[in-house]
């Protein structure tokens, strides 16, 4: 198994928490990790129909099972054993008893919020992280050949070719999970809105556009981007409210979490044809946006991100939250830099002021180094200096 740096996380949680709850996409890794936590406990999937009948048919009893605790596996399938859970807790007072998994936000999240509040802590896994695959000597050489695979356990555990994996993905996402999540008829509608999607990733998010391409109404639209971030698929990129005296754009920016099924989605599917895609600066866009999002969550850490535009076409890509200052991010897709690489930070950091904290600027190259106050950082950096 290839280490998750939030493993030591977990483990600390387990000492303060009767539950761990972990959720994130599906095949992100979430049962495999639970297991490698819990190695001595019994493991338990509500996948399988005849435990998913016996927990909703008699869910006291199942639970009696498990009297020194267990895993529990994609517990969106039973969402009434939950409550039965609570009471189990309650009177075992015992930490560390149970590790929940679960691959959809919603319904799930609320039904944990609802039954479980205070007695579990949160944990979301992310596909692989550059740092993991580094340690484990699987990380792919080249930035191209980076985008084209993407970061699913799957690829790299079983060997598999990126774009056959991808394929079973989305098949299954589709054909299963939304249509849990939604009433969907038309699914070959659905997977032309997900591959429009790939199409505006790090771009501003227009959802009358989208939703006129597609062919379905504003609102439809709008409920189908819930579906793609319960889901894990993709993240929404707010716009940060401070204006300097500027008007500034209030629509968010979308990205996937993921640039392998970015890459798939939009039928890339060699490195050559990545390096001229025009979309290759987007999808570098996105994937260093999710690597930083990965790095705070290994930590324990919701992100607090966001990106500054103004009506004039100024703009920073990434702003981080830190303490009272923004620490303003700038994402270049090229492997090397001109002066003009740095000028945006430069004008952000004089509008902000005291608020900016240390600039920084990744691009695809290798090294990293310091240039008039501006920190450089190469594609394999997983994180921001502290």
């Not at 240390?358 to 695809?364: C, G, K, N, T």
């Amino acid at each position: 198994m290839i280490y998750r740096n939030v493993k030591e996380k977990i483990d600390n949680l387990l000492g303060g928490f009767p539950v761990v709850t972990l959720t994130g996409p599906g095949q992100s890794g979430k049962a495999t990790l639970a297991r490698a936590v819990f190695e001595n406990h019994p493991y338990a999937s509500l996948e399988e129909p005849d435990l998913r009948q016996a927990a909703n048919e008699d869910p006291r009893s199942f639970l009696a099972r498990f009297p020194d605790g267990a895993v529990l596996d994609e517990v969106q399938r039973c969402p009434e054993i939950l409550s039965y859970l609570q009471t189990l807790v309650d009177k075992d007072r015992r930490m560390g008893l149970f590790i929940l998994t679960g691959s959809q936000q919603f319904g799930l999240m609320s039904g944990i919020t609802q039954s479980l509040a205070g007695r579990t802590a949160f944990v979301e896994l992310l596909p692989f992280s550059v740092p993991e695959l580094a340690l484990a000597k699987k990380l792919p050489n080249d930035i191209d050949a980076m985008m084209l695979t993407g970061c699913y356990p799957p690829i790299y555990d079983r060997g598999l070719a990126p774009a056959a994996w991808y394929s079973a993905y989305v098949t299954a996402y589709v054909e299963r999970d939304v249509r849990q999540m939604l009433k969907i008829q038309d699914l070959e509608t659905f997977q032309r809105f997900v591959r429009l999607c790939a199409g505006r990733t790090g771009q501003l998010l227009n959802l009358s556009s989208l939703a006129t391409e597609c062919g379905i109404t504003h609102n439809t639209a709008k409920s189908w981007i819930s579906v793609l971030e319960a889901s894990y698929l993709i993240f929404l990129l707010r716009s940060h409210h401070v204006s300097f005296n500027k008007r500034m754009v209030k629509m968010p920016k979308l990205y996937f979490y993921d640039v392998g099924l970015v890459s798939w989605l939009l039928g890339i599917r060699t490195t050559e044809q990545m390096i001229t895609h025009p979309l290759r600066g987007s999808i570098f866009e996105t994937f260093i946006i999710s690597e930083l999002i990965k790095s705070k969550l290994n930590q324990g850490e919701k992100p607090v991100f966001s990106f500054w535009r103004d009506s004039n076409g100024n703009e920073v890509d990434l702003l981080v939250e830190q303490g009272t200052r923004l620490i303003p991010v700038e994402i270049k897709s090229g492997r090397t830099l001109t002066h003009e690489a740095f000028a945006g930070l430069h004008k952000w950091c004089a509008l902000a002021g005291e608020k900016a904290g240390a600039p920084a600027l990744i691009f695809a190259g290798d090294e990293s180094y310091k240039h008039k106050g501006i920190q450089v950082l190469g594609w394999r950096c997983g994180h921001l200096p502290e």
